[in-house]
C-alpha cells in the first residue's frame, strides 16, 4: 500500500526554501512552516519512506530571485498539494515495487 502523507516543519525565518504562513497540521493552526509531502510504501513484511517533496507555495513559484537564492531549480512550479504527490509517487511506486514476474 501506498501512503501520502504531509508535514510540517515549524520556522522562525523567512529564508528557508519554501516557508511561508500556511497551515499545518503540526501546531493545527496557520504558522510560519515548511511543508513536506512524504510517500511511503507498507507490506505486511515493514514500510519504508520512498519519496519525499517540498510542498513549494504560489508566492515563492512567482518569486524566481528568491528559489534561486534557496537553490530551487528553475524548473520547479506550483502545484496544490492534493496535485503533486500524484505524479511523483506514481513514478516512484514502480521503483520500489516492481510487478511480479
Not at 58 to 64: F, L, P, Q, T, V
Not at 83 to 98: I, K, M, Q
Amino acid at each position: 500500500m501506498l501512503i501520502i502523507d504531509d508535514t510540517g516543519f515549524i520556522k522562525k525565518g523567512t529564508t528557508s526554501a519554501g516557508v511561508s504562513r500556511q497551515y499545518t497540521g503540526t501546531s493545527e493552526k496557520i504558522d510560519n512552516c515548511q511543508i513536506g509531502v512524504f510517500a511511503a510504501y507498507t507490506t505486511g513484511h515493514g514500510r519504508a519512506v520512498v519519496d519525499r517533496e517540498l510542498y513549494l507555495p504560489k508566492s515563492w513559484a512567482k518569486d524566481r530571485e528568491r528559489c534561486r537564492e534557496a537553490k530551487i531549480p528553475d524548473e520547479r512550479t506550483f502545484a496544490t498539494k492534493g496535485s503533486g504527490p500524484g505524479a511523483w509517487s506514481a513514478a516512484a511506486l514502480p521503483r520500489v515495487c516492481p510487478p511480479p514476474g
